[in-house]
Structure formats: C-alpha cells, structure tokens
Nanobody, 123 residues
C-alpha cells in the first residue's frame, strides 16, 4: 500500500513562493490520481489541485494561475508550486491519492492521505 509524506511547508510573507512535495512509497505510484487539499482552522477540507495518472491537471478557482501541480513518477513524488501566496492560502495542506477511474475534486473519493504540512502566509 502506498504511504504519503508531505514536506515543504513553512511561514512566508504574502507574495512569496513555496514548493510542497509529497513522497510516496511503493511501486504503484503511477497508477494513482494525485491531489492536494487544504484545510484552514474552522473550515472544511477543500480541493486545491489534482493531476491524473496521465498528467491532466485541474485547479480550484482560488489557486488557478498561482499554483502548479506536477508529478515525477520516477521519483514517486508529486509537487505543488505555490506562487504569489496570500494570507487566505494559510492552511494545512494534504496530499492524497486515488486509484479510481476518474480524477475527482471530492475528498471522499481519495483513498490515501498524508499527514499534512502547515503553510502560513503573513500579511
């Protein structure tokens, strides 16, 4: 079974950039659709970005044009490049994997989750 470990979070100022990484164990990484979700205090977990097993990407409107998701199957890693960060991007960011047929923006569709990494953007 694939296990996911996120890294790269931190405290930055508005306008700065961060790159999150999610390293997956196991040999079947390439079959999974991968996604990043985020959860701010007191709010529900929300979709940020996803990338299919065939490299099709999808973004939430709130991050479109600022965030870029990518994957490197040789390294079993998915990335989230976050530029022009805003205070409202502050959240715990979670990596997730789904082996289903179609890529989804719904958390319930994802089978595997990492432990999360904190991103804090100060104004």
């Amino acid at each position: 079974q694939v296990q996911l470990v996120e890294s790269g979070g931190g405290l930055v100022q508005a306008g700065d950039s961060l790159r999150l990484s999610c390293a997956a164990s196991g040999r079947t990484f390439r079959i999974y659709h991968m996604a990043w979700f985020r959860q701010a205090p007191g709010k529900e977990r929300e979709f940020a970005a996803s990338i299919s097993r065939s490299d099709i990407t999808n973004y939430a409107d709130s991050v479109k044009g600022r965030f870029t998701i990518s994957r490197n199957n040789a390294k079993n890693t998915v990335y989230l490049q976050m530029n022009s960060l805003k205070p409202e991007d502050t959240a715990v960011y979670y990596c997730a994997a789904d082996a289903g047929v179609r890529m989804s923006t719904t958390p319930d569709r994802y089978d595997l989750w990492g432990q999360g990494t904190q991103v804090t953007v100060s104004s």
